[in-house]
């Protein structure tokens, strides 16, 4: 075998930071050292990964190409050594990444019985919006993603997971809170707290209201499902969120749910992993928890 591993996590902590002396850092090597290894790996096969500007390294197109494969081996090998080092202590690493609504109230369900079940393995849950969590799996950050928003990208395994809906809803003294049901005249003259673009609730908002959207009167995009129930709580307006974030508010009626049956607000939550990843056991564990959660 002509490459080494030590010449692999260098081209991917390379890849991953854009920046040599950066990579040099997270492995804990000097910037001489990461440099050597880097161009030996490219001069021993006679290609280039990156094209040099300035000071920043970018992937290539067969830089893009190679750089799964390498990841995936490399995986293995992190977990054969785990294996050699403690066969049976069942001690790994787990990346995991969630969209607001899923992070925020099923994820720390989720977290929280994976950690009792495999105490060993040290896991973090990283909470951004959809498109962020893409970004992140494309990348290779994490090892998993939990998202809300409807994604369509050939590098990504996307499974459906569970049903989920978004509801309507506003201030008990709101003037639409003892409204039957709301017309699209009613959607089109209320103002909106709505979440940000790029978020799978508003996604699925824009979706159930295709048509409207145009002439919403949509007062603030926020990123935070708390700060827009806050803000729709004052009186400012309607929101529209995912029944889960919603649950304890409409019980204890500071927030009232909205009828909008001509509308349809069902959408569906996934789980994501990169087709080219290694899915150590780590992660296998993780997917059958999320199967089995209520």
Not at 214 to 226: A, F, K, V
Not at 249 to 255: H, I
Request: hydrophobic share 40%.
């Amino acid at each position: 075998m002509k490459f080494t591993l030590r010449q692999l996590e260098v081209y991917l902590a390379t890849a991953h930071t854009g920046n040599l002396s950066r990579a040099a850092e997270q492995l804990a090597l000097s910037q001489s050292a990461a440099s050597e290894a880097l161009k030996s790996l490219e001069s021993q096969f006679d290609i280039q990964l990156f094209d040099r500007v300035g000071k920043r390294l970018k992937l290539n197109a067969l830089g893009r190409q190679l750089r799964p494969e390498a990841e995936s081996l490399l995986e293995q090998a992190r977990q054969l050594e785990r294996h050699f080092h403690q066969p049976d202590s069942g001690r790994g690493q787990l990346n995991i990444g969630a969209t607001l609504s899923i992070g925020n109230y099923i994820g720390i369900s989720l977290l929280t019985h994976y950690r009792k079940k495999y105490p060993g393995v040290k896991v973090s849950l990283e909470v951004a919006n959809t498109r962020h969590i893409v970004e992140r799996l494309l990348n290779f950050d994490i090892d998993l993603g939990m998202v809300e928003g409807e994604v369509n990208h050939a590098d990504l395994n996307i499974t459906p997971w569970r049903p989920d809906e978004l509801v309507v809803f506003c201030a008990p003294d709101h003037p639409l809170a003892n409204s039957p049901h709301l017309t699209d005249k009613d959607l089109i003259q209320a103002g909106w707290i709505l979440r940000e673009e790029g978020s799978g609730t508003r996604q699925a908002f824009d979706n159930a209201l295709r048509g409207l959207l145009p002439n919403l009167n949509i007062l603030l995009e926020l990123q935070h499902t708390e700060a827009i129930k806050r803000a729709v709580e004052s009186g400012m307006g309607l929101g529209c969120l995912s029944r889960i974030t919603l649950q304890e508010a409409l019980r204890r009626g500071s927030l009232v749910e909205l009828s909008v049956p001509q509308r349809n607000f069902q959408r569906q939550l996934y789980l994501m992993t990169h087709r080219e990843k290694y899915l150590t056991q780590d992660i296998g564990r993780w997917l059958a928890i999320c199967e089995a959660h209520p």
